[in-house]
T-cell receptor, first 116, second 117 residues
Framework: DADVTQTPRNRITKTGKRIMLECSQT?????MYWYRQDPGLGLRLIYY???????NKGEISDGYSVSRQAQAKFSLSLESAIPNQTALYFC???????????????FGPGTRLTVL | AQKVTQAQTEISVVEKEDVTLDCVYE???????LFWYKQPPSGELVFLIR??????QNEISGRYSWNFQKSTSSFNFTITASQVVDSAVYFC??????????????FGQGTILTVHP
């Protein structure tokens, strides 16, 4: 079984709908991240969490919210989806290691979201 | 702020050719970490390598090699004798140790590599 799973893998929704993307991990990592990937822009950080009680905004958090339900679960919500949120969304985890900055992040398979 | 630039948007080669993917970065940190990830057509992101800023030794892993040059702020990735299975998008990323960049990855735009049979 995959260490980092994301559900759903594909989702089509309409403008204005609320949608939640879920991420679960069995790696036992404390740190979890949400990114979005757009063509030509690479991956950009939306939110990150270094432990269950810690939530931080990333580079592009507007229009998104997150919930860290447990060490293994980190959900991303779009309160009112808009077409420019159409993208590939990735969840990632890391264990922190000895030096935070040297953390290697391991990614889930991605969720392809289309907002019509 | 830190920045990663992959100037090559797309590269196309024929199988068995060698190919180098360029990565140039900017950071004010004296200690930082560099990464390469591979995204095959199936879409997942696969970790390839991590390199720290105080170790400029080049690294080789099978057909893959990485050349880190601090003087030019570059961390280039070479695939020797490319194969069709190497076709993917490759991302270079940077993690800093100072201020708001601490522990967070900044990605380049990615290079699409296509290896033709």
């Amino acid at each position: 079984d995959a260490d980092v799973t994301q559900t759903p893998r594909n989702r089509i929704t309409k403008t204005g709908k609320r949608i939640m993307l879920e991420c679960s991990q069995t790696k036992g990592h404390d740190r979890m991240y949400w990114y979005r990937q757009d063509p030509g822009l690479g991956l950009r950080l939306i939110y990150y969490s270094f432990d269950v009680k810690d939530i931080n905004k990333g580079e592009i958090s507007d229009g998104y919210s997150v919930s860290r339900q447990a060490q293994a679960k980190f959900s991303l919500s779009l309160e009112s989806a808009i077409p420019n949120q159409t993208a590939l969304y990735f969840c990632a985890t890391s264990d922190g290691g000895i030096r935070l900055a040297s953390d290697t992040q391991y990614f889930g398979p991605g969720t392809r979201l289309t907002v019509l | 702020a830190q920045k990663v630039t992959q100037a090559q948007t797309e590269i196309s080669v024929v199988e068995k050719e060698d190919v180098t993917l360029d990565c140039v970065y900017e950071t004010r940190d004296t200690t930082y970490y560099l990464f390469w990830y591979k995204q095959p057509p199936s879409g997942e992101l696969v970790f390839l390598i991590r390199r720290n800023s105080f170790d400029e030794q080049n690294e080789i892993s099978g057909r893959y090699s990485w050349n880190f040059q601090k003087s030019t702020s570059s961390f280039n990735f070479t695939i020797t004798a490319s194969q069709v299975v190497d076709s993917a998008v490759y991302f270079c990323a940077l993690s800093g140790t100072g201020g708001t960049s601490y522990g967070k990855l900044t990605f380049g735009q990615g290079t699409i590599l296509t290896v033709h049979p």
